[in-house]
């Protein structure tokens, strides 16, 4: 895991004060080296932090091919490099470290840009070939590691965090059309970020920019089989083996590496699956880190506890209470680079920062489970909505939403919406976490300015969405919970569980995540599995409790769904902690943002004691939207940019 950060311009040499404004605005992915290479015109330069964990001492970027003419920074890991490396040595390739990332520059020679779809794993990177005067730079399948980039005065500047291009001298500005987006459905769109100028790379998708034209394209999709499709013809206990060798495969590939490896565990299935499989492979005790709130119904710490017990692992709870997660938010919003909706982003924040003091560069997480086995609560619901109309469908339906109070206005709807006809238009149907966001959508317009709704008047973000989703390729045809999901991967996975709440996060701390649910083999394989060996009845991911069953406790075993959420401030808040609130909702800084009105934000602040439990959990994300936008503004000194 590392920080990039690379120009190329055909026009003008790189500014070498610029350059190291930026690599060294990314010290935090990589505080044990720096790297940098320039051409010998200075029209390309290449810049990378490193974090050490393959060939610690011999791994050092950028790498290079045998004569030097094709150079590369990488971010992340590639699994099966052991393989890949035999094969092209086998062809003549020459290489230089143990490094797991040096393979990139051998496929390249081998595969051109084609080389992606031979990588497995969790990756971004930046490659120059020096003949072809041609720079490629490429995503993970799911965007588990960033990349953004920039134009500016006839030159491409790419980095991992927007930080970067604004240390390089781009002007720091809001995109204030992106923030509509954002404000609307939680989001920005899949290539853009909060920031005027910065794109990001979209997962799956690399760029291609040669004599200074720029081409960013879909190399992978999910690709989900259509329901009229052909699928393999399995048996029940086929999938339950299937998903289990490949995840037990999964893991096995990220527990490699020349420095140790600690664990995230709640209390859920997911990190518990991971750590029962890792501790069957480990002849030590592993390390597991787990947070505890002080608020009940949030904490999870005695599942975990039961957990580590059972497997025998050495647990460390990381105890956040209300008051850290309000001093925390500055700098956690600094470094996720995007508006949250809830505590949990300092909690993740905090527990990174305990994994990086007890002497772990890398941390192995349950996230992505969800997302290919059909783990949330609002997946639930679409298959209830598709039931006839009737007496027990709406017993369901209101039993899912009684338990599961934390997804109000989240994932599951509450309250009016804006406008979804767009949705339905292009689907037939509106996917639940769609409505929840258009509810949260409307009550943050609420608490907009009149000058920005009516810049924006007219314009339908969710409209906007659905252009840019190939719905043909990868929508019609499929069951409409894969339909959801694929929608959920490409906004709430990429944009903020992975880069908002994961790599922000923990690379704060310079902590590599890797993500065994995620892994490329395992999706190819359970992207078939049948909806109803995902959703069973009231139970999700029934395929994989059942493939994980020997590695879980009786209690995780029979646990429904509960996402990562921080006891709400506005529920269990203490007075310390509203009062810090308080601060920077009257503050300068919030009164210099362009979007929301401190009048209205201060009279919903003063009107929650009259609101029930649950509407006071459904206000919850549009005050920390407002609160994380003023923080925002105030570390990067936000300027307001219209396109």
Not at 69 to 85: D, F, K, P, T
Not at 142 to 166: H, I, N, R, T
Not at 347 to 362: I, M, N, Q, Y
Not at 613 to 628: C, F, K, N, S
Request: glycine content about 10%.
């Amino acid at each position: 895991m590392c920080g990039l950060v690379a120009w190329y311009s055909e026009e003008r040499p790189v500014q070498a004060e610029a350059l190291h404004r930026a690599v060294g605005a990314l010290r935090h992915r990589g505080p044990d080296g720096e790297g940098l290479w320039l051409s010998g015109d200075r029209r390309v330069a290449l810049g990378h932090r490193r974090l050490a964990l393959v060939d610690v001492e011999g791994g050092a970027q950028p790498l290079s091919n045998e004569d030097g003419s094709v150079r590369a920074i990488v971010n992340g890991e590639l699994y099966g490099h052991e393989r890949l490396r035999a094969e092209l040595e086998a062809r003549g390739h020459r290489f230089r470290t143990r490094s797991d990332s040096e393979v990139l520059v051998h496929l390249y020679e081998e595969h051109g840009a084609g080389c992606l779809r031979h990588l497995r794993g969790e990756f971004a990177f930046v490659l120059w070939d020096g003949r072809n005067r041609m720079l490629l730079a490429g995503r993970d399948r799911f965007g588990v590691k960033p990349l953004c980039y920039a134009q500016v005065d006839g030159g491409l500047w790419l980095a991992s965090e927007a930080k970067a291009l604004l240390a390089a001298g781009l002007p720091a500005a809001w995109d204030e059309a992106a923030f509509f987006h954002a404000a609307s459905l939680q989001y920005v769109p899949p290539d853009r970020t909060l920031f005027a100028g910065v794109r990001q790379v979209p997962p799956g998708h690399m760029v291609l920019a040669v004599d200074g034209h720029l081409r960013v394209q879909r190399y992978w999709d999910l690709d989900v089989p259509r329901l009229e499709g052909e699928r393999p013809v399995r048996t029940e206990a086929e999938w339950v083996e299937g998903v289990r060798t490949r995840l037990e495969e999964a893991v096995r590939l990220r527990l490699r590496g020349d420095v140790p490896v600690a664990f995230q565990l709640s209390g859920g299935l997911d990190s518990s699956a991971v750590v029962g499989l890792a501790a069957r492979e480990s002849a030590e005790p592993i390390h597991c880190f787990t947070l505890a709130f002080e608020a009940e119904g949030y904490d999870e710490l005695a599942l975990a506890e039961e957990t580590a017990a059972r497997v025998g692992a050495v647990l460390h709870p990381v105890r956040v209470g209300q008051e850290a997660l309000v001093e925390g938010l500055p700098e956690a919003v600094a470094q996720g680079e995007g508006l949250a909706i809830n505590g949990h982003l300092v909690a993740k924040h905090l527990l990174s920062r305990a994994v990086r003091e007890a002497g772990f560069k890398v941390v192995l997480t349950g996230e992505g489970s969800d997302e290919v086995f059909a783990g949330y609560p609002h997946l639930r619901r679409d298959l209830l909505q598709a039931e006839a109309a009737g007496a027990g469908r709406t017993e369901r339906l209101g039993k899912l939403e009684e338990t599961n109070l934390a997804s109000a206005g989240v994932q599951l709807p509450e309250g009016e919406s804006l406008p979804l006809e767009a949705v339905r238009r292009a689907l037939g149907f509106v996917p639940g976490f769609l409505e929840a966001k258009g509810t949260l959508g409307r009550r943050v317009h609420g608490v907009l300015t009149e000058e920005y709704l009516r810049r924006f008047e007219g314009r339908d973000a969710y409209a906007v969405l659905m252009a840019g989703v190939d719905v043909e390729g990868q929508l019609e045809g499929r069951h409409r919970v894969e339909q959801s999901l694929y929608l959920w991967t490409k906004l709430a996975l990429a944009n903020y569980i992975l880069r908002t709440l994961g790599d922000g996060m923990e690379m704060a701390h310079g902590v590599e995540g890797r993500l065994p649910f995620l892994d490329g083999e395992l999706h190819g394989f359970a992207r078939a599995v049948p909806m109803e060996l995902k959703i069973r009845g009231p139970v999700e991911k029934y395929v994989l409790r059942e493939a994980m069953k020997p590695y879980l406790t009786e209690a995780v075993y029979r646990r429904q769904k509960h996402p990562l959420m921080a006891p709400p401030l506005t529920l269990f808040g203490s007075s310390r902690a509203q009062g810090l609130v308080q601060d920077v909702l009257r503050g300068s800084a919030f009164k210099t943002q362009p979007f929301f009105d401190p009048g209205k934000v201060l009279a919903l602040l003063e009107r929650l004691p009259t609101l029930t439990p649950r509407e006071r959990v459904a206000q919850e994300p549009v005050l920390m939207m407002a609160l994380t936008t003023a923080l925002l503004q105030e570390r990067y000194r936000l300027s307001a940019v219209c396109s």
